[in-house]
């Protein structure tokens, strides 16, 4: 471990307990331009040569280390599918981005339809590309959210008042993003993203049972949440007009993680077997998340290195959907330059 | 060189430090010292960056000065509690994170660093508590952090 950086007890163990099971070597890092929620930046993953975890300067003390602790159980679900077989991630083809595409069009064109002011061309088209990107984000790491935070709260009592604070914190980013692009994005997009947060805050609020978690009270910001158990609060959050049918699929959702997650020992001794087991889960319930959603065609199980270079390659895959779709009214410049075809 | 001369040469090296450019920052604090080594402020600079690249003895000695200087220096205090904690002097840390504690009881970082070396210590009860304390002023600082980000 290479750090100068006080950490607990547990957390300092579960640094040491991930290197010995990964043979590798954990840098921490502050910086002060860091995601809020940390980054991991893993040799499972990129082309580095050793696993760095990013964080926010301002975290010094359990904040920083309930993200590290989260990051290790990533890392060791990645690393224990590196060795054991194979690490795979959602990648993309040219062919599976145009499935991608032409779907979001084809629901694109039904909103537009309904609406009074109709979107420019130009923004639709390039909407078309920044979304499918964006479900692949999202489906390469939303599903590792609720486990990595079932085990750390399972393995890790002391860090558990900080999780409560961190799971209402990251919630309401999580429900807040892409607000702002509402009536841009096709609503069945819109809903499905919220629906995947919306089963996540459930799940972790079933799982994290709520008096052990009873909010810190004497900071006056959370004052408002005491004597509300987790679960209302995450649930009242849910009702507002903006997502309220993000609740009707994100039920569904709940179900599939349900299924998926019950069979998890989540105590069990941690070794690369186990955390192996998790990483399949993860994956299976991964595909029965895109089934749900409708999107099984899209992308791919392939190495991280195949998706850095399919990402190398979106612009060159997305014009060729688009090339596809549209014919010859797309031209690269209109997409690189902003200019209306 | 002026004392101000000194205190502009701080302000920019404390511009480097936040940036983790620990040598520019380094640079400058020494400069400022050898020009006025009577700033309590510039020695627990120095003592921050030489905790961030891991001098930890010169880390502690620079408190040392600071604290000599000023003797209710909070931050010279917290400081010295994170640079004996590095040198794995739990007991000695435990104390100056008290000491800091009793000048400014708002130091998240002073109440976590207590709670690490009394779990070191295998005070295990006490160490919660220090946690405890930690992680609400952390919270505070966070979600202030997050307003001002909001505008």
Request: net charge neutral; charged share 25%; with cysteine.
């Amino acid at each position: 471990m290479k750090t100068d950086m006080p950490l607990s007890k547990p957390v300092r163990l579960l640094i040491s307990q991930t290197e010995d099971l990964l043979d590798t070597e954990i840098s921490l890092i502050r910086n002060p331009e860091a995601d809020p929620n940390g980054t991991l930046v893993d040799i499972y993953t990129y082309n580095v040569e050793r696993n760095i975890i990013l964080l926010p300067s301002h975290y010094i003390g359990l904040l920083k280390d309930f993200l590290i602790a989260r990051h290790c159980v990533h890392l060791l679900i990645k690393g224990s599918a590196a060795k054991k077989s194979h690490y795979l991630v959602c990648s993309f083809t040219g062919d599976s981005m145009y499935r991608g595409i032409h779907q979001i069009y084809i629901d694109a064109l039904k909103d537009e339809a309904k609406k009074e002011k109709k979107l420019p061309v130009i923004k639709l088209i390039r909407m078309l590309g920044i979304l499918y990107s964006n479900v692949n984000d999202e489906i390469n790491e939303l599903p590792w959210n609720p486990i990595t935070n079932a085990s750390v709260y399972h393995r890790m009592p002391p860090l558990r008042k900080t999780q409560l604070y961190y799971l209402m914190k990251e919630g309401k980013m999580d429900m807040d993003a892409m607000v702002e692009y509402e009536s841009v994005i096709p609503r069945r997009y819109f809903v499905l993203s919220k629906s995947m947060f919306y089963a996540r805050d459930q799940y972790l609020a079933k799982t994290l049972p709520a008096d052990e978690l009873m909010p810190v009270v004497n900071i006056p910001q959370m004052k408002k949440f005491n004597h509300l158990e987790v679960k209302e609060m995450l649930t009242t959050r849910w009702t507002h007009t903006s997502w309220y049918q993000s609740r009707i699929f994100g039920d569904t959702m709940l179900e599939i993680m349900e299924k998926y997650l019950q069979n998890i020992d989540w105590n069990a001794e941690p070794g690369l077997d186990y955390f192996h087991e998790i990483y399949k889960t993860g994956v299976k319930m991964t595909d029965h998340f895109l089934s749900y959603m409708s999107m099984k065609g899209w992308f791919a199980w392939e190495s991280s290195k195949h998706l850095l270079e399919a990402r190398e390659k979106k612009a060159a895959y997305e014009y060729g959907a688009l090339k596809k779709i549209f014919g010859d009214l797309i031209e690269k410049s209109a997409l690189d330059d902003g200019t209306e075809t | 060189m002026t004392s101000k001369e000194s205190e502009v040469l701080l302000k920019k090296g404390y511009a480097y430090a936040i940036r983790t450019k620990w040598r520019e920052a380094l640079a400058l604090y020494d400069k400022a010292l050898s020009s006025d080594p009577t700033n309590p402020e510039a020695w627990y600079l120095r003592a921050s960056v030489f905790i961030e690249i891991g001098r930890n003895t010169e880390a502690l000695e620079d408190c040392e000065r600071a604290i000599t200087l000023n003797q209710n220096f909070a931050g010279a205090w917290s400081k010295k509690g994170h640079a004996l904690y590095n040198l794995e002097r739990y007991e000695e840390a435990v104390s100056a994170c008290a000491r800091a504690l009793a000048l400014n009881g708002n130091d998240a970082a002073a109440w976590y660093i207590k709670g690490v070396c009394l779990d070191e210590l295998g005070r295990s009860r006490e160490a919660q508590e220090a946690y405890g304390k930690s992680l609400e002023l952390e919270i505070i600082l966070d979600i202030e952090k997050e307003k001002k980000r909001q505008g």
